[in-house]
Nanobody, 115 residues
Framework: QVQLVESGGGLVQAGGSLRLSCVAS????????MGWYRQAPGKQRELVTS???????NYADSVKGRFTISRDNAKNTVYLQMNSLKPEDTAVYYC?????????WGQGTQVTVSS
């Protein structure tokens, strides 16, 4: 059984940095896609970034140049390095893992950016 555990959220000032981690435990197989989503109050949950088996990545336009996703395959861990944070980045951030046909979600971690 796969479980995702997130950490690294918190309160930071605008312009600051934060790194989120998501550790996947259990038997992992098939297509492994690790991604980060976020949801602010009153808004839809949106895709922030994903990383695929071949190492390719995608980013939402709103975070390009500021956020970086990476993965340590040996540790089954995905990271989200967030730089130059803005108040509009404030949201609950969720890790998502796709091992087709299954989708697993982390519990979410709060990121708050003060202006």
């Amino acid at each position: 059984q796969v479980q995702l555990v997130e950490s690294g959220g918190g309160l930071v000032q605008a312009g600051g940095s934060l790194r989120l981690s998501c550790v996947a435990s259990g038997d992992i197989f098939s297509i492994n896609i690790m991604g980060w989503y976020r949801q602010a109050p009153g808004k839809q949950r949106e895709l922030v970034t994903s990383i695929y088996n071949d190492g390719s990545t995608n980013y939402a336009d709103s975070v390009k140049g500021r956020f970086t996703i990476s993965r340590d395959n040996a540790k089954n861990t995905v990271y989200l390095q967030m730089n130059s944070l803005k108040p509009e980045d404030t949201a609950v951030y969720y890790c998502r893992f796709v091992s087709a046909p299954y989708i697993y979600w982390g519990q979410g971690t709060q990121v708050t950016v003060s202006s």
